[in-house]
């Protein structure tokens, strides 16, 4: 009977699990087929740099909120946070069918909203701020959610399952970009954005609802005793009220964050920077260059499919910091590849570059979840603090491809690189097991 009952509740989690995931998958089908799209796409439509901000500020509102994300999901409760983050989404691409709708208008009598940009790229912000804000308490919640349905041997295989099928809107987004792009206009493209994202709301709806465990809100433990920011040991004890900024600094945490930093480089180079090169690489008068560009993302998306699944069993077994200093690797690759096409001016190679992001981009996500759940018994506070970094690292990538985008392309390119060295050197701080 009790074999019986583990597995029946053994299934129950899957499903929900599973139901978690696939309508992530739809929510970000949108969104991450928009955010790889929208840089180049706006410009084209006559706003330059109008995705930079809109991406820079869904950041900001990320990091800004992520110091009360963990309270606000504890006061709402793991469900309604994640129906009220994945709302906000759909400002982000009403925004696009506006922009859309003004490049097509009769140009002699416009709106004061297409004429008046200071007012478009102030009401961009507005929107990118109020998504950030949404996004925080929605992953927050989410990654609370999958804790609490998961056994503490299945954390790594749940976190992982839940990053494939995740990330496959990676795949299927430039999928839909390319047959929007390809049948379409920039218009019904934003406005099939706008349906999935509410769509996506709505089914949460339907997701079982699960509690968050207060008592699992504890420090690493090490010989009995919970270790504090401040290095002194106290204790045992559950921790109500842990301080983000205190999670941040303590020395078993530190050298995570700075793979934090690194993936949101890595989220905004392959979104933004990655984007403008391979336009950049197209022949002159190439004809609907965007379904061009969806067709490499695509690599991109199914790098980030296998390797969810892949990296998730292997993060149970294998020494985490190897799995760690492996997605790096691919990271390094990324970058080569990039370089290379730059080099020779070709976008084949940008193909292998782009499932070397989907790789790096998932398998680093993937471990930095699962530590936090197996190593910080999944406490919201070091998921949102998660949230919070790979935020602030998107904002300084997003604010520097803002600044130097009239200097040498390559300049970006040799930031980041150096943004990757300091986390592989991070990782010879990081404990092992």
Known sequence: MGIDKTMIKCQRNCGKLLFL????????????????????????????????????????????????????????????S?????????????????????????QSDLPFICTAKPFVYMLAIFCGIVTGIGGSILF??????????????????????????????????????????????????????????????????????????EDTSLYPVEDGHALAHNTESIPLQRQENISIFSLAVNPQMVPLVAQMVLSGFILAFYSGHFNKILFSLLPAGTIKPETQVAKVYIMLGVGELVTGFIYGRLADTLDKVLLIRLSNFFCSLAF??????????????????????????????????????????????GFALFTGVQSLG???????????????????????????????????????G
């Open 140 to 213: 927050c919640a989410q990654n609370g959610y999958c804790t609490n349905i998961a056994e503490e041997s299945q954390r790594g295989d749940f976190f992982g399952t839940f990053w494939s099928i995740f990330q496959s809107s990676q795949l299927l987004g430039n999928i839909l970009a390319l047959a929007a792009f390809g049948l379409g206009t920039s218009f019904s493209y934003f406005l099939i954005l706008v349906f999935l994202s509410l769509a996506s709301s709505v089914l949460f709806l339907f997701l079982p609802p699960v509690n968050y465990h």
């Open 21 to 80: 995931s696939f309508n992530f998958l739809l929510l970000f089908t949108a969104y991450n087929s928009g955010q790889n799209m929208i840089t180049e796409v706006y410009t084209r439509l006559g706003f330059e740099n109008l995705g930079q901000f809109v991406l820079f500020s869904v950041g900001l509102g990320t990091a800004v909120t992520c110091t009360v994300c963990s309270s606000m999901v504890k006061y709402l409760n793991l469900k309604l």
């Open 336 to 381: 080569a590849g990039t370089i290379y096409s730059l080099l020779v001016s070709q976008i084949e190679p940008a193909y292998f570059a782009a499932f070397c992001w989907g790789v790096a981009d998932n398998s680093i996500q993937t471990m930095i979840t699962t530590v936090i759940a197996k190593d910080w018994d999944g406490i919201l506070e």
């Open 394 to 432: 998107c904002c300084l990538a997003f604010f520097l491809q803002v600044v130097l985008s009239r200097e040498n392309i390559f300049i970006f390119i040799w930031i980041s690189i150096s943004f990757l060295i300091i986390g592989i050197f991070a990782t010879c701080f990081l404990p092992r």
């Open 82 to 106: 994640l129906i009220i983050g994945s709302l906000t989404y759909s400002l982000t691409f009403a925004l696009g069918i506006m922009v859309a709708w003004c490049s097509v208008a009769d």
